[in-house]
């Protein structure tokens, strides 16, 4: 957490309209530039006001919020208490838990998180009657998009990726075009660790996801990238409790997409993390890139 920027006195201001005085106000914005968000203490407890970073930003956590999240297991996600078109900003009910990235979990109780992890996701994928037409049509367009995005990854890389690194994502770009129609979720958009949260209650651990940001129709298994790419890495027990979760397996279509969409988040994530200075995320994209090298044609 950065823990630097100060709240925006109109923004203070427009969150006091809807909760009431605030008496502290503490900045848990993630470690990045355009991450702007504020816990707030009130009378009535702890909200979280977010500005997004962009218009999309903002209109796809909105309709995450407003037509997802109170479909979920209450206190596993949060529930928006309002919202300002004009500043682009959110105020948030808190879910309940502590990051999971700084536990500590024995084998056992990290196969049970993926299994609760799994089971959650699915929920928020919905089943393809929630979805409407345009849903599905805007999904297709998103795995087009992906595949399309190839020649932009590799050219911000340049020589950052090898000659055999270019052939292995132009390869997966044109196979992952090629594949039919794929199931279609409203996905997270960014399902890792630093968005899960894990509430240990007096009988069981209660799992929650936050950052909506990014959520939107895609294909089911854009939101398993993240994993196959990081966590599941040499853990295939983690990958089998989350399908376990997710209540079904893959399709032999979906294992193709995972795979290829695998190896563009790699090259977007080396042509990204490069010039940001994320070494961690640089790190994840070659490993995914040379793990599935060995593979390619």
């Not at 209450?74 to 838990?97: I, K």
């Not at 279609?184 to 899960?196: K, S, T, V």
Request: proline share 6%; charged share 20%; hydrophobic share 45%.
């Amino acid at each position: 957490m950065s823990g630097t920027k100060a709240i925006p006195p109109a923004l203070l201001g427009w969150a006091q309209n809807t909760v009431g005085p605030v008496h502290r106000v503490h900045d848990v914005s993630h470690d990045r530039a355009n991450s702007r968000i504020w816990q707030l203490s009130c009378a009535t407890g702890v909200v979280f006001a977010k500005v997004a970073p962009n218009p999309t930003s903002f209109a796809r956590d909105t309709r995450a919020l407003r037509e997802v999240a109170p479909g979920m297991e209450p206190g596993t996600a949060p529930l928006l208490l309002a919202a300002d078109p004009l500043q682009q900003a959110l105020l948030l009910s808190p879910v309940p838990g502590r990051g999971v990235k700084g536990l500590s979990l024995t084998p056992s109780e990290q196969r049970a998180l993926h299994r609760q992890a799994g089971r959650w996701v699915r929920c928020f994928h919905g089943g393809p009657g929630e979805l409407s037409p345009q849903d599905h049509a805007d999904a297709a367009a998103e795995v087009a998009r992906a595949a399309a995005g190839a020649e932009k990854h590799l050219g911000r890389a340049g020589d950052l990726i090898s000659e055999e690194g270019h052939r292995t994502v132009r390869w997966h770009a044109a196979a992952l075009g090629q594949l039919g129609p794929l199931p279609a979720g409203y996905i997270h958009g960014d399902f890792q660790e630093r968005n899960w949260l894990l509430d240990a209650g007096l009988s069981a651990r209660r799992f929650g996801a936050v950052d909506l940001e990014r959520a939107r129709p895609h294909a089911a298994v854009a939101d398993l990238v993240p994993l196959a790419c990081g966590l599941w890495v040499g853990r295939s027990d983690l990958r089998e409790a989350f399908l376990d979760g997710y209540g079904r397996a893959l399709t032999d279509q979906e294992q193709w997409a995972l795979r290829c969409l695998s190896v563009l988040d790699a090259a977007s994530a080396i042509a990204w993390g490069v010039p940001h200075g994320d070494d961690e995320i640089v790190a994840r994209g070659r490993a995914t890139l040379a793990r599935l090298e060995v593979q390619a044609a």
